[in-house]
């Protein structure tokens, strides 16, 4: 799993780790932050989340221009800087409402910036170190890897951001309580989420440590197209203007269908996290309680790992160690759940470290299934894979149709809560959700950057943000019907646009394999 990958692959993806778990922190309760601290319904707190959501992935289109022009470690390096700044700024607690939004505002646009800058850059330093021959057979096992990196940062984010809400409510003698709309409470709650932001700032300085720190490992990839050529390396490739032409039509249809898997896998922080607040009951007791240790789940994906290492070792040393840390870290996971209280409380923000924990977890299973399948001569296309990942999240949001049977209405609930459903409906639906993503998100990368024309790699890869830009900002819709329609078609219309686009992916098979040859 972990062998011949070059090691510039490792620092690029802790790099992206760090920043990635400063980022969730944020989100996970980013639109609570907003309710406690304005007052916003949920359809203006939502709206507000996928402006940023987009901004966030549309600038990496920018980004990725620029970054052909001067170059892509020049443009992670001021990413880095620009988006501390912009954490700090959300960091800095404000009382006058009115400056306070001004103050959010301008911290989002920074952060939104030098994400542009930084997001996709990175992401072609990773796949320019598979240009070279002796590792391009390792480009799709590679992303899977850098994609789970990024989800163990957001794997940790939202019990960090809970451990540090807690923290401060503690210390005025509060606890949480979703029900709780005394405006002294929503402002203690709303200075708690603020330290959030201050979380990330400290992580992004850690990410800028690892990247700067292991330069040296991936600095022969930060290399464009122009430099190559001119330096006369051998491994770039030349295409003619119509294979360009082709691949670069290839990729934008490619990108059209993903818009509406972001469109609906992107309600974790709006329509889910609704959701959890209003409907579920947060009070866990028995054995669902283990979901919600994350110390647990982190000594579960590990043992993940090294039990994949004791089954795949070719020396029986190794075998051993790693059978027996396996056994010794799910022993650990059970104490710590056995340790647990019972029943324990959850927030809403809890449930979105379900995603990253079952990407993270996952991703070894998805490396060996499509590995053997590839061996035995049945390799799935990237394509063929987002297909099926759109028909999957079609699957996801069945299962909270199911749970939202019978239900009151949003806008009938009003202010209260039907806090009645077990837990386990929105775990399986964030389940379903990462298997769809598991197909869909880390070959769509991969498949970026093996197709993308050399001279225009930064920018395509920010047309791929860009169509997750797109599709956040639509992310929106569900938000905005939360009060007005009942709670199954709101899902419902996530499902349509999910089977609709899968259709559509499958039609175009034969045609993108075509131009991409």
Known sequence: MFENQPKGLYALALANTGERFGYYTMLAIFTLFMQAKFGWDEATAGQVNAIFLAAVYFLPLAGGYLSDKIGYGRCVTIGMFVMFLGYLGLAIPVENLETAKITMISGLAAVSIGTGLFKGNLQVLVGNLYDDPKYSARRDSAFSLFYMAINIGAMFAPSMAKWVTNQYLAQYNM????????????????????????????SLIMSAIIYFAFRGWFKHADVTAKQAQSSGDANVQELTPKQTKDRIIALLLVFFVVIFFWMAFHQNGSALTFFAKKYTNLTV??????GFNIFSLALVAVAVYTGFSAIQSKVRKTKAICSVATVALLGGAYALYSMMSNPTMAQPSDFQQFNPFFVVALTPFSMVLFDGLAKKGHEISAPTRIAWGMFVAALGFGVITLASTGLISPMDLGDKTQSILSPGWLISTYLTLTFAELLLSPMGISFVSKVAPPKYKGLMMGGWFVATAIGNYASMLPSMLWNKIPLMYNWAILIGLCLVSSLLMFSLLGKLKKMTA
């Open 285 to 290: 007791e028995g054995p669902m309680r283990f």
């Open 175 to 202: 606890v949480y309580d979703a029900a709780n709309t005394d405006p002294e409470y929503l402002k203690v709650l709303a200075g708690g989420y603020g330290l959030c932001f201050g979380v990330a700032c400290a």
